[in-house]
Protein backbone atom coordinates (compact mmCIF):
# COMPACT_ATOMS: atom_id res chain seq x y z
CA UNK A 1 0.00 0.00 0.00
CA UNK A 2 1.03 3.43 -0.69
CA UNK A 3 1.29 6.10 1.84
CA UNK A 4 0.41 9.21 1.04
CA UNK A 5 1.58 12.70 3.60
CA UNK A 6 -1.26 13.49 5.42
CA UNK A 7 -1.29 17.14 4.20
CA UNK A 8 -1.36 15.67 0.44
CA UNK A 9 -4.95 13.79 1.56
CA UNK A 10 -6.23 16.66 3.03
CA UNK A 11 -5.10 19.27 -0.14
CA UNK A 12 -6.44 16.60 -2.76
CA UNK A 13 -9.88 15.98 -0.62
CA UNK A 14 -10.34 19.89 -0.29
CA UNK A 15 -9.86 20.35 -4.21
CA UNK A 16 -12.63 18.00 -4.93
CA UNK A 17 -14.74 19.19 -2.68
CA UNK A 18 -14.23 22.97 -4.49
CA UNK A 19 -14.45 21.50 -8.00
CA UNK A 20 -18.11 19.63 -6.91
CA UNK A 21 -19.45 23.21 -4.80
CA UNK A 22 -18.49 24.71 -8.73
CA UNK A 23 -19.64 22.40 -10.66
CA UNK A 24 -23.55 22.04 -8.02
CA UNK A 25 -23.59 25.85 -8.22
CA UNK A 26 -23.93 26.28 -12.17
CA UNK A 27 -26.60 23.62 -11.96
CA UNK A 28 -29.80 25.25 -10.85
CA UNK A 29 -32.20 22.12 -10.94
CA UNK A 30 -34.16 22.88 -13.72
CA UNK A 31 -33.67 22.70 -17.39
CA UNK A 32 -34.48 25.71 -20.09
CA UNK A 33 -37.68 25.43 -22.27
CA UNK A 34 -37.66 25.89 -25.64
CA UNK A 35 -41.17 27.53 -26.88
CA UNK A 36 -40.49 27.29 -30.10
CA UNK A 37 -39.38 23.58 -31.32
CA UNK A 38 -42.75 22.32 -29.64
CA UNK A 39 -44.50 24.33 -32.26
CA UNK A 40 -42.48 24.06 -35.60
CA UNK A 41 -44.51 21.42 -36.48
CA UNK A 42 -47.91 23.59 -37.17
CA UNK A 43 -45.22 25.41 -39.90
CA UNK A 44 -44.59 24.99 -43.69
CA UNK A 45 -41.64 26.18 -43.68
CA UNK A 46 -38.40 27.11 -41.40
CA UNK A 47 -36.15 29.73 -42.07
CA UNK A 48 -32.99 30.78 -39.91
CA UNK A 49 -31.32 34.23 -39.82
CA UNK A 50 -27.76 34.28 -40.48
CA UNK A 51 -25.00 36.98 -41.01
CA UNK A 52 -25.31 40.39 -43.07
CA UNK A 53 -29.25 39.77 -43.37
CA UNK A 54 -28.58 36.27 -45.45
CA UNK A 55 -30.85 33.28 -44.60
CA UNK A 56 -30.27 29.30 -43.84
CA UNK A 57 -32.52 27.58 -46.21
CA UNK A 58 -32.50 24.17 -46.09
CA UNK A 59 -29.17 24.04 -44.98
CA UNK A 60 -28.05 26.38 -47.84
CA UNK A 61 -27.10 30.10 -47.01
CA UNK A 62 -28.92 32.81 -49.05
CA UNK A 63 -29.04 36.23 -49.49
CA UNK A 64 -32.27 38.03 -49.75
CA UNK A 65 -32.86 38.42 -53.36
CA UNK A 66 -32.13 34.52 -53.82
CA UNK A 67 -34.54 33.62 -50.93
CA UNK A 68 -37.31 35.93 -52.74
CA UNK A 69 -36.22 33.82 -55.75
CA UNK A 70 -36.50 30.61 -53.64
CA UNK A 71 -40.22 31.87 -53.32
CA UNK A 72 -41.12 32.97 -56.27
CA UNK A 73 -40.02 29.48 -57.14
CA UNK A 74 -42.06 27.39 -55.15
CA UNK A 75 -45.04 29.97 -56.28
CA UNK A 76 -44.74 28.75 -59.75
CA UNK A 77 -44.49 25.16 -58.70
CA UNK A 78 -47.56 25.28 -56.44
CA UNK A 79 -46.13 24.38 -53.46
CA UNK A 80 -45.49 28.11 -52.15
CA UNK A 81 -45.90 27.92 -47.95
CA UNK A 82 -48.66 29.55 -46.29
CA UNK A 83 -46.62 30.08 -42.92
CA UNK A 84 -43.21 30.56 -42.57
CA UNK A 85 -41.13 30.60 -38.89
CA UNK A 86 -38.16 32.71 -38.65
CA UNK A 87 -35.90 31.30 -36.20
CA UNK A 88 -32.19 32.67 -35.24
CA UNK A 89 -29.25 30.17 -35.97
CA UNK A 90 -26.18 29.21 -33.95
CA UNK A 91 -24.09 31.86 -36.25
CA UNK A 92 -26.80 35.46 -35.99
CA UNK A 93 -30.36 36.36 -33.90
CA UNK A 94 -32.58 37.58 -35.86
CA UNK A 95 -32.35 41.57 -37.19
CA UNK A 96 -34.24 43.94 -38.17
CA UNK A 97 -32.55 43.65 -41.29
CA UNK A 98 -33.55 40.15 -41.61
CA UNK A 99 -37.40 41.41 -40.90
CA UNK A 100 -37.67 43.91 -43.21
CA UNK A 101 -36.77 41.49 -45.79
CA UNK A 102 -39.31 38.86 -44.73
CA UNK A 103 -41.92 41.80 -44.43
CA UNK A 104 -41.48 42.48 -48.39
CA UNK A 105 -41.11 38.67 -48.93
CA UNK A 106 -44.87 38.37 -47.08
CA UNK A 107 -46.34 41.03 -48.95
CA UNK A 108 -44.36 39.69 -52.40
CA UNK A 109 -45.68 36.10 -52.10
CA UNK A 110 -49.04 36.49 -49.23
CA UNK A 111 -47.65 34.08 -46.74
CA UNK A 112 -47.81 34.70 -42.88
CA UNK A 113 -44.40 35.09 -41.20
CA UNK A 114 -43.95 34.03 -37.22
CA UNK A 115 -40.66 35.32 -35.87
CA UNK A 116 -39.11 33.93 -32.07
CA UNK A 117 -38.31 36.98 -29.93
CA UNK A 118 -36.68 35.64 -26.71
CA UNK A 119 -38.55 32.29 -27.49
CA UNK A 120 -42.05 33.63 -27.58
CA UNK A 121 -43.54 33.27 -30.81
CA UNK A 122 -44.67 37.02 -32.73
CA UNK A 123 -46.50 37.52 -35.56
CA UNK A 124 -44.83 39.85 -38.52
CA UNK A 125 -46.91 42.98 -39.30
CA UNK A 126 -45.84 43.26 -42.41
CA UNK A 127 -46.35 47.18 -43.79
CA UNK A 128 -45.37 48.36 -47.33
CA UNK A 129 -43.39 51.52 -45.61
CA UNK A 130 -41.42 49.39 -43.41
CA UNK A 131 -40.63 46.73 -45.61
CA UNK A 132 -37.18 46.20 -47.23
CA UNK A 133 -36.46 45.67 -51.27
CA UNK A 134 -34.47 42.48 -51.37
CA UNK A 135 -30.81 42.82 -51.99
CA UNK A 136 -28.44 40.63 -53.61
CA UNK A 137 -25.30 41.21 -51.53
CA UNK A 138 -25.40 44.50 -48.71
CA UNK A 139 -22.28 45.87 -49.23
CA UNK A 140 -20.44 44.99 -52.98
CA UNK A 141 -16.60 45.75 -53.06
CA UNK A 142 -15.12 48.09 -55.18
CA UNK A 143 -13.02 46.85 -58.14
CA UNK A 144 -9.51 47.72 -58.07
CA UNK A 145 -8.38 50.98 -61.03
CA UNK A 146 -6.48 47.95 -62.61
CA UNK A 147 -9.09 45.90 -63.43
CA UNK A 148 -11.89 48.57 -63.65
CA UNK A 149 -13.40 48.12 -67.36
CA UNK A 150 -12.93 44.30 -67.76
CA UNK A 151 -14.36 41.04 -67.70
CA UNK A 152 -13.08 37.44 -67.59
CA UNK A 153 -12.66 36.99 -71.09
CA UNK A 154 -11.41 40.06 -71.66
CA UNK A 155 -8.35 39.67 -73.84
CA UNK A 156 -5.86 36.35 -73.86
CA UNK A 157 -2.75 34.92 -71.60
CA UNK A 158 0.35 36.38 -72.56
CA UNK A 159 3.63 34.82 -70.73
CA UNK A 160 6.10 37.84 -71.77
CA UNK A 161 3.71 40.50 -70.29
CA UNK A 162 4.48 39.34 -65.85
CA UNK A 163 2.70 42.51 -64.78
CA UNK A 164 -0.74 40.36 -66.03
CA UNK A 165 0.03 37.43 -63.48
CA UNK A 166 0.02 39.97 -60.64
CA UNK A 167 3.79 39.46 -60.00
Request: proline share 4%.
Amino acid sequence: MIRVPTWLARAGAAAMLASLLVLAGCHSGSSKVDHVSTEQGQFDMTLKAYKSGQFLVDGAVLSAADTGSHFSFLKDTGHLPKTVLLLPSDESKIRDNHLGFMARMQLDYGFTVYYDKKGELIRLNAVEAKARALEDTPQKSELPDRMQGKDAASGTYDPSNRNQQGF
